[in-house]
């Protein structure tokens, strides 16, 4: 049995251990949803900071700097600094007006069941997308790790998918939390050791570092070349690529705040004032690592380089090869473990929020009015609803293979975050006049422009233009109608215009009356859900 | 402290209307409308100068490290700085909502 495996079922056993104590403690819907309301302020940081660290950020953005050099900085910056945003706007006043969803605090003074519905399909949107990357990343890790122990990348993928499962279902919100605490740990370990493994390796000298990563040689369509990796421009470039950036910052200073798996993290503490504090633990952890990723990164180019990396797993493997320049075969083994808890990890918590959404949402509110017909009918629909959406994901993740970059994939879930979800959730806590048509506009005008915009930009429709000689032959061979890979500098603009327009056109004041009463909530926790005592 | 207050609509209109209220999202405004704008401007710069500017961001510092590279790791700092600004301000918060919480439990009689 290889190392990384022993790595990963060791972490599989604790969790699994730890799903086991919290199925024994939880009961009902605020248990299941919220881990009853009462995890501390440094849990739910690390839990934050697990749920958000996915297989995007670990691998996905590694391998980015790694082959795109200061340009792929530019997602650690932004999937830090869209924190601030959740801190300044959004974490308390969601804990003191919502329940388990984000529809919760749409629902308070709007028509519950088109907002509900609508908000329902954003989530799951969102999810899906980030689902897809985390299992694209799951696939890659297989190919390149497992490949000599006899576990193929479709026995690895649905060993996944059914793990997900049995943590959500026998261990709901509380297992899902103390999984992402102990990953972010051992994630987090993984980069300070591989950070310092990098400085060692260049003798603890940042000028040999840096001008290590300055030139860096590879070879391009055959030529060799040497390129600055510390300088931008590598992956965007002009015409179009500067704007493009401005378009990627829109994604990340308002999609992060729109994530509902990243969101219902902070339904699960005793109070606004505990939310707070959690963001600020996340975004030490947070910020930390991803100033980190720069060094990984740049050190995956300057060390291992760009020919070997796309030779050897692609874009995705960056971390885990680096891993096995420095440290052998051993840290390899332990960092690809650390790579599958991440997923792990993740995978749990967007099924969660998903099952959240779909059983709380739309399955209780929307189809039966807000009325349970039997006592813990949510948090079956919920059990049932994770079920399907693990055996989704893993039909999705073999359908699918290594082929994308995930931190690309989670930017287009983030997109839809960041133009339906956020721009809706924002104005319903902060505009008294925000009404039910508003919210429907926002919603749906916001997850179409991001549908439309990726389906005719490059990497839908351009993605095999003409001219281009590709190994698949994909469907459409046309020029992109849209320039721009991100489209958030176009559809969050529109959502935030449609929701106004709607909201301008209908009015509603039975919502603008209800305002006072969400303002007070939200601004002093009065009437908000308590913590179970038990 | 009671949260379980059962209030109608119009207790909640006087709450929001009450001096403490407009005290409390005043203060509240005053530091996050504020931090909230520098925030943004100072975050959308980054992609906007490594965009549009990139022989000033490509400038080199000290050995090969750019501008652009520390202004993106400024912002670490600046998100911190901001976070760190927050706590400290969230105590004036935290007491101002206490009072308002205090004084709700007193006109409930206490229960």
């Not at chain 1, 706007?89 to 969803?101: D, M, Q, S, V």
């Not at chain 1, 378009?247 to 308002?254: D, K, Q, V």
Request: proline share 4%.
């Amino acid at each position: 049995m290889s190392i990384a495996l022993t790595v990963f079922l060791i972490f599989v056993a604790m969790t699994l251990g730890v799903t086991y104590w919290a199925a024994r403690r939880s009961r009902g819907a605020s248990a299941y949803f919220a881990a009853g309301r009462r995890i501390t302020a440094w849990q739910n940081g690390f839990a934050v900071a697990g749920d958000f660290m996915s297989a995007a950020s670990f691998l996905g953005v590694v391998g980015l700097i790694a082959l795109q050099g200061f340009d792929g900085f530019l997602y650690s910056v932004g999937g830090f600094i869209a924190f601030v945003t959740i801190l300044l706007l959004i974490a308390e006043p969601l804990r003191n007006t919502g329940k388990y969803t984000i529809g919760d605090v749409l629902a308070y003074r709007l028509r519950p069941r088109p907002v509900r519905a609508l908000t329902a399909l954003s989530t799951l949107t969102t999810i899906l997308f980030y689902m897809i990357a985390q299992m694209v990343g799951a696939g890659a890790l297989v190919t390149l790790l497992l490949a000599g122990s006899g576990i193929s990348y479709n026995v690895a993928v649905t060993g996944v998918g059914i793990l997900m499962v049995v943590y959500v279902v026998f261990g709901g919100m509380l297992a899902t939390t103390w999984v992402q605490i102990i990953k972010a740990m051992l994630l987090c370990a993984c980069a300070l050791v591989l950070t310092v493994l990098v400085f060692h390796h260049f003798h603890f000298r940042l000028t040999d570092f840096f001008g290590a990563a300055s030139q860096v040689s590879y070879h391009q369509s055959g030529i060799l070349v040497v390129r600055d990796f510390v300088q931008a421009g590598l992956r965007y470039k002009p015409p179009h690529g500067p704007l493009d950036l401005v378009s990627l910052g829109f994604i990340f200073a308002f999609g992060t705040a729109g994530l509902p798996h990243v969101l219902v993290k902070f339904y699960t503490v005793p109070d606004a004032k505990t939310a707070r504090n959690s963001v600020v633990w996340a975004m030490i952890l947070i910020g930390s690592f991803y100033v980190m990723t720069s060094v990984m990164g740049l050190g995956a180019a300057a060390i291992v380089g760009p020919d070997y990396i796309l030779t050897h797993g692609g874009t995705n493997m960056a971390g885990p090869l680096l891993a096995q320049a420095l440290g052998g075969e051993l840290f390899l083994a332990i960092v690809s473990g650390v790579a599958f808890a991440t997923i792990l990890a993740v995978v749990a918590g967007l099924t969660i929020g998903a099952s959240a959404s779909f059983a709380h949402d739309f399955w209780v509110n929307v189809i039966h009015h807000g009325v349970e017909r039997r006592h813990g009918e949510t948090v079956l629909v919920a059990r049932v609803s994770a079920l399907a959406i693990g055996a989704i994901s893993i039909v999705i993740a073999l359908l699918l293979g290594p082929t994308a970059n995930v931190g690309i994939l989670a930017t287009f879930g983030m997109a839809v975050a960041a133009s339906a979800n956020f721009p809706v959730l924002a104005l319903s806590i902060f505009w008294r006049r925000f009404s039910t048509t508003g919210a429907i506009a926002g919603l749906s005008v916001g997850l179409l422009a991001v549908m439309g915009f990726l389906a005719v930009g490059p990497n839908v429709m351009g993605i095999d233009p003409p001219g281009r000689i590709a190994s698949v032959r994909h469907l459409i061979q046309a020029k992109p109608w849209f320039p721009l890979e991100n489209v958030g500098i176009v559809s969050v603009p529109l959502g935030f215009l449609a929701a106004w327009l709607g909201s301008v056109l209908g009015n509603e004041p039975a919502a603008e009356a209800r305002f006072n009463e969400l303002v007070v909530r939200s601004h002093t926790g009065l009437g908000a859900e308590q913590a179970s005592l038990h | 402290m009671n949260n379980k207050l059962t209030l109608n609509p119009e207790e909640w209109d006087r709450i929001a209307a009450s001096r403490q209220f407009q005290d409390l999202l005043a203060v509240k405004r005053l530091f996050i409308v504020p931090a909230l704008v520098f925030f943004l401007l100072y975050y959308f710069l980054l992609p906007i100068l490594v965009g549009y500017a990139p022989k000033l961001m490509g400038t080199r510092v000290f050995s090969t490290v750019t501008v652009g590279y520390l202004f993106a790791l400024s912002q670490f700092l600046v998100g911190w700085l901001i976070a760190g600004l927050y706590m400290r301000a969230s105590a004036k918060f935290d007491r101002l909502t206490r009072d308002i919480l205090d004084e709700e439990q007193l006109r409930q009689g206490g229960r």
